[in-house]
């Protein structure tokens, strides 16, 4: 079991490479970059309604036997939303003031 490691923002489509420190995922892995997540999401997940947290960067390097970015590949298939803009804006709006932990 990996993290799929998806290959885009799902709001503004922008790539988001394996390496990238600006993607940012929820539980379940919906994945968005760092600029949607903050002025567009507010830190809500429009699919689950959950935060977000940076995502870990699997290693380049094989540092252990068969545990690599090589080893386990990143997703090529490009997520995209399954809300309207709208819709997104007022999930975001009822949610966004309730901490992550609470949800
Ligand atoms: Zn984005
Ligand atoms: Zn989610």
Same mark, same amino acid.
């Given at each position: ?7 885009? $923002?799902?709001? $503004?489509?922008?790539? &988001?490479?394996?390496?990238?420190? &600006?993607?940012?995922? $929820?539980?379940?892995? +919906?994945?968005? +970059?760092?600029? +949607? ?7 809500? $997940?429009?699919? +689950? ?31 995209? &939303? ?14 966004k003031a309730i901490p992550p932990a609470d949800r």
């Amino acid at each position: 079991m990996a993290l799929e490691l998806r290959p885009n $923002c799902e709001y $503004c489509d922008r790539d &988001l490479p394996a390496n990238s420190t &600006l993607a940012f995922i $929820c539980s379940y892995e +919906c994945t968005f +970059c760092a600029d +949607c997540v903050e002025t567009k999401l507010y830190n809500v $997940c429009p699919n +689950c309604g959950g935060g977000f947290v940076p995502r870990p960067i699997r290693p380049a390097n094989e540092w252990r036997p068969g545990v690599s970015v090589a080893r386990q590949k990143p997703s090529s298939h490009r997520v995209h &939303l399954s809300y309207s803009i709208a819709d997104i804006a007022a999930h975001s709006m009822r949610i966004k003031a309730i901490p992550p932990a609470d949800r």
